[in-house]
């Protein structure tokens, strides 16, 4: 039997706005769609596509796609091409937050000089971890509490304080105050270490238990990571970033070593 594949020609990128670097989504759902034919494969991609956009309208137009007849067995072409045209467009979108700054500072030349100050850089790299929990990405190294489970999942401070070598309470009761920049920075290193993006995910309804995340890629979810890190460090008065890549992949480089000198003479607030 043949079928008749109807895909839209382009992609609106106003509907499809990413949040992800368009690579790294492009190479994700590579992935995703190298396993075809799995179990809940179209789950699989729902999910990513959730994620990767800010609107809803990607995973809605997937999953509204052909499925075959009540009973049969899915055909997955429609499904393989739409995502693969996606895939195609997406990867050469430009990155979020490129847009054209606003009125006053495309008219008058004005731009914000304004950088975080190590308090604010704190509350904002505990919002990050707070959604990359809440995505499953710590769960291959935590676990995730169940209902059905024989026991509780790990306690996230003992992971964190094994793996560096002293006490760490988390999650910090006050953390514009409780951490020390030689802390903080532990703290990025370790954490790109520790996310793996779940593949799969689902609901258990059971005492309302929620989602479950299961097959685990460290790749994708540190690229992610290292991206999201990096567009908060930029902003900073720290001068840090991630490395991308040699030696130095996923731990902390100066970028400004005379505004790290002279921040490290003051007291942590």
Same mark, same amino acid.
């Given at each position: ?24 989504? @492009? %190479? ?9 034919? #799995? ?5 699989? &991609? +729902? /999910? ?100 059905? @489970? %024989? ?9 964190? #304080? ?5 006490? &760490? +309470? /988390? ?99």
């Amino acid at each position: 039997m043949a079928y008749l594949v109807a895909v839209p020609a382009t992609f609106d990128p106003n509907n499809y706005e990413l949040r992800w670097p368009p690579q790294l989504f @492009a %190479d994700e759902a590579k992935r995703l769609r190298d396993r075809k034919g #799995s179990s809940d494969w179209t789950s699989d &991609v +729902e /999910w990513l596509l959730r994620e990767a956009f800010v609107s809803t309208e990607p995973a809605e137009v997937f999953s509204q796609l052909s499925s075959g007849d009540w009973g049969e067995p899915i055909h997955y072409t429609e499904h393989e091409q739409w995502l693969s045209q996606l895939i195609q467009e997406a990867a050469i979108w430009p990155e979020p937050g490129t847009r054209k700054p606003y009125w006053s500072a495309r008219t008058t030349g004005r731009t914000s000089s304004a950088r975080l100050e190590f308090r604010d850089i704190k509350r904002s790299f505990l919002q990050l971890i707070d959604q990359f929990e809440a995505d499953g990405y710590l769960v291959h190294a935590i676990g995730q509490g169940c209902v059905d @489970a %024989d026991g509780p999942p790990l306690d996230p401070a003992a992971v964190l #304080s094994r793996r560096l070598g002293y006490a &760490v +309470e /988390w999650p910090p009761r006050q953390p514009r105050a409780g951490w020390t920049l030689d802390q903080f920075c532990d703290l990025v290193e370790v954490f790109h270490d520790l996310v793996a993006r779940p593949s799969t995910r689902w609901y258990q309804d059971f005492s309302s238990c929620g989602w479950h995340y299961s097959t685990f890629a460290t790749g994708p979810a540190r690229r992610l990571y290292r991206w999201r890190v990096n567009r908060l460090l930029a902003a900073s008065t720290l001068g840090l970033r991630l490395a991308e890549d040699g030696e130095d992949l996923g731990r902390l480089v100066r970028v400004s070593p005379p505004a790290l000198r002279t921040f490290r003479r003051r007291r942590s607030r």
